[in-house]
């Protein structure tokens, strides 16, 4: 049986009451697996990794990695445009439990 679609916060929140999370990484994955992997994400050389669960989302170099023109890469440039353009498409299930890309110092 496939699980309906996520498609608020509050779903998500109801989702996740019920079950037993062994520590943080494991809600953290489970939450990925939920809506999928962040557009948020780190490292910008060689590997990109999901900044919610750390998961990989795709490597630059040699393999495919379709997420990469529209994600928000943490600690890239503070003036990157394209992060902080693609930061603007994100969503809730982008920035749910992950931490701001931009913090305001
Ligand atoms: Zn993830
Ligand atoms: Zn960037």
Request: glycine share 8%; with cysteine; aromatic share 6%.
């Amino acid at each position: 049986m496939k699980p309906k679609e996520i498609k608020t916060k509050s779903e998500l929140l109801k989702v996740l009451k019920p079950i037993p999370f062994r520590n943080k990484e494991h809600k953290l994955t489970v939450i990925c697996s939920l809506i999928g992997h962040s557009k948020i994400s780190t490292g910008c050389f060689g590997y990109r990794n999901c900044a919610r669960c750390g998961g990989q989302l795709g490597a630059s170099l040699g393999s495919i990695d379709p997420g990469k023109e529209t994600a928000v890469i943490i600690n890239h440039s503070k003036n990157c445009k394209d992060c902080k353009s693609n930061y603007k498409k994100c969503t809730w299930k982008d920035k749910i439990y992950v931490k701001n890309p931009f913090p305001k110092n």
